[in-house]
């Protein structure tokens, strides 16, 4: 069965700061993608990253960055220079069933929310 | 990408009531899916909604509770059935298709069950 922890449940910061939420993951297949999604106060879900279970090389997106180890079992989102914009619930989530792709079903963490102070 | 619209957007209903939501996605996609988000909570798979057969769905909720339909590769509707307070959530619907980057989610359907 696959599970995904973000044991972080809400994080504040004040605006400008870096952060960095946490994702671990567990999974019996050696082939899976991961995915990082936004969640602000609207509700709806935006797509941050996926990244599949054969590249762990760290991805930056202007003030997104991400590291992804599989040694650890570990998928960490790490937000520069934090703005007020970036408050928002985020979510981590694993797909197995590397040749179905990203079409497959998800399975979420529990979030972690981030409030970003002026 | 695939843009995906549900209706409605939002809703308030009375305990013992049913509700269908409509799922939309502007492009053919392989995957259907709906999820139920429960106030503060994370988001759970309730089903795969499989086109032109039962869908599937997994554990802890059941076709008699909420029956799914998708008569085609572009659209699905839920149905929540003889609604409680408990089923007060945020439902969403999302579409995947082979090869594509990701997995993409509607705006979401807020029910308040009174």
């Known amino acids: 069965a696959q599970k995904v922890t973000q044991a972080q449940t809400e994080i504040s910061v004040v605006e400008k700061e870096d952060v960095t939420l946490d994702c671990v993951y567990e999974?019996?297949?050696?082939?899976?993608?991961l995915f990082w999604y936004k969640q602000p106060p609207s509700g709806e879900l935006v797509f941050l990253i996926r990244r599949n279970s054969f590249d762990e090389q760290n991805e930056i997106s202007g003030r997104y960055s991400w590291n992804f180890q599989k040694s650890t079992s570990s998928f960490n989102f790490t937000i520069t220079a934090s703005q007020v914009v970036d408050s928002a619930v985020y979510f981590c989530?694993?797909?197995?069933?590397?040749?179905?792709?990203?079409?497959?079903?998800?399975?979420f963490g529990g979030g972690t929310r981030l409030m970003v102070k002026p | 990408s695939a843009v995906i619209s549900q209706k409605p957007s939002r809703d308030i209903c009375q305990r013992g009531t049913s509700l269908t939501i409509q799922c939309q996605v502007d492009s053919q996609v392989t995957m259907m899916f709906w999820y139920r988000q429960q106030p503060g909570q994370s988001l759970t798979l309730i089903a795969t909604?499989?086109?032109?057969?039962?869908?599937?769905?997994e554990s802890g909720f059941v076709i008699d509770k909420f029956p799914i339909s998708r008569p085609n590769l572009t659209f699905s509707t839920l149905t929540v059935s003889n609604m409680s307070p408990e089923d007060s959530s945020i439902y969403l619907c999302?579409?995947?298709?082979?090869?594509?980057?990701?997995?993409?989610f509607g705006p979401g359907t807020r029910l308040l069950v009174l």
């Open positions: 989530a694993l797909s197995e069933d590397f040749y179905n792709n990203a079409g497959n079903m998800l399975t």
């Open positions: 999302s579409a995947g298709a082979l090869y594509q980057e990701t997995q993409y």
């Open positions: 999974t019996r297949d050696t082939t899976y993608y």
């Open positions: 909604a499989n086109q032109g057969s039962e869908a599937t769905y």
